[in-house]
């Protein structure tokens, strides 16, 4: 016999075609339909029950919008609201005054209250999240959240002061999420939980949206979607109340800092954010662009030049705590915008500054933790390893470290084959660096493997060669290296610090040597600073610089191997709607044309294709005709100058000839024959 399905099965197809659905496929469909209706139908019920019942309240009634899906539960929010606000009431008042900060209400009263009694001459108001309602009948229980504790609401009708219909109305409405104020008396529940019993509850400001169950004692709950985490972070802080245990910790080092050094007579200063050379650093910039200037500007990596320029005219002890910004992946440990210390101190060497960074580091730790020792987790799934930062640290001499790690002697810094030979040597060690094969980079590729990733507790490396610091000062005693350290921790470097170099003619020759590596397609090199050269010609005492990375520092005392923990609002992919929309919002730009000169007449230079003809006319060249300049550098060179730096700072040979001429007076560039 025929069943009602197999009756109905011909005419049900599947969704875009016309084929029609399987006996099992129809039984599915017609299923989950007869569900959805049924639920809906549950729903409209308990609605109506809800809006009959003017009684119902927020304890019962929220347990059954926990079943709504969450577009219905904001949408029945939204519409209590409007009902709240019809009937005369205001769901976001301008001021509710506050007695008592939650965690002073918990120091304040903890003691002068005993179990099960109230302080009924004492009327008090506190103001707070609901992060949990309880509760039904003549007794409520809500638990409030604000800086980082948690207070207990106990309502009941009895001591609520404007009747049984306000009393009901409030808890009708208040729901998880909610930002309430409190007016009541301070006491204890019979369990010894302190709270608060209110003579009245005012709404401040209503969550419309369905919150995850916070993370409570028993670590049930919280939200552990890490894009959910970062791209909403204020519903981490909510829902995670231990996430706010991490941004302490980070602000304690941030006033820890500016505490040592005004104990010490520096003053705290700032710099530009734009800078028209991306200089005091070795890293790729982000470029922005000035509508009034018309130019491109770029946004800084590090304060270095501008903070040494301060020391030159006589500000002897200067810092700044702020961002950088680098243009360069996103990973465990960097984020494209990060915060760091710098500080320069006249008359001080890298001597001082090693035993400065002792005292700072260590009495943070010590200040934050109440020790020296603290567990550190280096990076995910990895066990916690214990890192002792007493002082002294160990040292390192660079090359010297490399060479006992490696049980072979490296070539002169100054060997004309010294790459060709480090090269050779990371075949030997089946090692990888990427392209160009400098010196620098050979040495950093050894550095990470040898000495980088078998530190754990703080350790300096020291006397690093000078080809890898341009703006550090010559060692006094030992040739081709610097008076310069890093301080490194399980594998992360924490601080980097050295004696200035103060003397303006090795400073222009090592920007000129940076420039080369440019035109070898180092897109890192450092980039050459006129104006920080005339600085030093004017005079800079003998100084030590400093910096150090506060993100990094919080990560250890914090115990996160991840950065994106320790920042607020970490960068993060844009979502497919978030590129949709730029794309819609952006405007649209005129196409640009710079049309070259001489034998790159005709030629669109600010085009790709145009742009890698040049780029490529002078690979391994200094000037367009090999090492010496002529009319056509000149001429071509004015043509060039005209383009955004955005056109040209993917082309390194080019940006390294722009350089090189433009480090030349513009009369003598007129000589070029």
């Known amino acids: 016999m025929a069943t009602e399905f197999e009756i109905e099965a011909p005419a049900a197809t599947a969704d875009g075609d016309n084929e029609p659905l399987s006996k099992n496929a129809l039984k599915k469909k017609l299923k989950a339909e007869q569900a959805a209706k049924a639920k809906a139908e549950k729903e409209a019920k308990r609605a109506a029950e809800l809006a009959a019942n003017p009684k119902q309240t927020s304890s019962n009634a929220a347990a059954v919008e926990e079943e709504l899906d969450p577009s219905q539960f904001k949408a ?122 209110p003579v009245e509850i005012i709404l401040l400001s209503p969550c419309l949206h369905m919150l995850p169950f916070a993370k409570g004692d028993s670590c049930v709950g919280g939200i552990t979607n890490m894009e959910t985490r970062y791209r909403q972070r204020y519903l981490d802080l909510i829902v995670n109340p231990d996430v706010r245990n991490t941004f302490e910790i980070r602000s304690k080092i941030i006033n820890g800092i500016r505490k040592y050094l005004d104990e010490r007579h520096f003053m705290e200063v700032e710099t530009p954010m734009m800078n028209m050379i991306p200089g005091g650093a070795v890293a790729r910039p982000f470029i922005t662009y000035h509508n009034d200037l018309s130019m491109d500007l770029y946004l800084r990596i590090a304060p270095e030049l501008y903070l040494k320029m301060l020391v030159v005219g006589g500000l002897d002890r200067v810092y700044e705590l702020g961002r950088q910004f680098r243009n360069e992946g996103i990973d465990l440990t960097h984020n494209p915008e990060f915060t760091t210390l710098e500080f320069y101190m006249a008359y001080a060497d890298y001597d001082d500054l090693m035993v400065m960074c002792e005292e700072l580091v260590s009495g943070l730790v010590k200040s934050i933790t109440g020790g020296y020792k603290i567990k550190y987790s280096p990076k995910p799934g990895m066990d916690e390893v214990e890192i002792d930062f007493s002082p002294p640290f160990k040292r390192i001499s660079m090359m010297e470290g490399l060479e006992e790690a490696m049980k072979t002697k490296l ?61 550090a000062k010559y060692h006094r005693s030992k040739p081709h290296l610097t008076e310069r350290f890093e301080l490194f921790a399980a594998g992360r470097e924490l601080a980097n610090a050295y004696t200035e170099l103060n003397n303006p003619v090795v400073q222009q020759s090592l920007f000129l040597d940076q420039a080369k590596a440019g035109s070898a397609g180092d897109d890192e090199a450092m980039v050459m600073d ?36 320790v920042l607020l609002f970490p960068a993060m992919k844009p979502t497919e709607e978030q590129l949709d929309l730029i794309s819609k919002s952006a405007p649209k730009k005129a196409p640009l044309k710079c049309m070259g000169v001489g034998t790159f007449a005709g030629v669109d230079l600010a085009s790709d294709e145009g742009m890698a003809k040049l780029n490529n006319a002078l690979a391994g060249k200094t000037f367009l005709s090999g090492n010496s300049p002529s009319m056509q550098d000149a001429e071509l060179l004015k043509v060039a100058e005209t383009l955004p730096l955005s056109a040209v700072i993917k ?23």
């Not at 005339?534 to 191997?561: I, Q, W």
């Not at 940006?655 to 009369?667: E, G, M, R, Y």
């Open 530 to 565: 006129d104006a920080f050269v005339t600085s030093l010609e004017h005079g800079l005492p003998p100084t030590g610089g400093f910096g150090l990375g506060v993100d990094r520092l919080t990560m250890f005392l914090a115990n996160k191997n991840n950065i994106k923990e």
């Open 76 to 197: 029945n929010r939204e519409l209590m609201i409007k009902n709240f606000e019809a009937e005369g009431g205001n769901p976001y008042p301008h001021k509710f005054h506050v007695d008592w900060r939650l965690p002073d209400y918990n120091a304040e009263f903890e003691s002068r209250t005993k179990d099960g009694e109230r302080l009924e001459d004492v009327l008090t108001t506190v103001a707070g999240r609901i992060v949990s309602v309880r509760g039904q009948g003549k007794l409520f229980f809500y638990d409030l959240r604000g800086d980082g504790a948690k207070v207990q609401v106990m309502s009941d009708l009895k001591t609520y002061a404007d009747g049984e219909d306000a009393f009901y109305k409030i808890h009708r409405i208040l729901r998880r999420g909610d930002i309430v104020g409190v007016k009541g008396y301070p006491g204890k529940s019979k369990k010894g939980e302190l709270s608060i019993f």
């Open 411 to 471: 070539p002169a810094l100054d060997d004309p084959d010294v790459v060709t030979k480090l090269t050779a040597l990371m075949k030997e060690h089946k090692l990888e660096c990427t392209p160009p094969h400098t010196t620098a980079r050979l040495l950093d590729t050894f550095v990470g493997e040898f000495l980088e990733n078998n530190i754990t507790h703080p350790t300096f490396i020291t006397e690093q060669p000078q080809l890898m610091s341009p703006l």
């Open 651 to 673: 082309s390194p040979n080019v940006l390294s000839w722009i350089q090189t001429c433009s480090a030349v007076a513009v009369d003598a560039r007129e000589q070029w024959a």
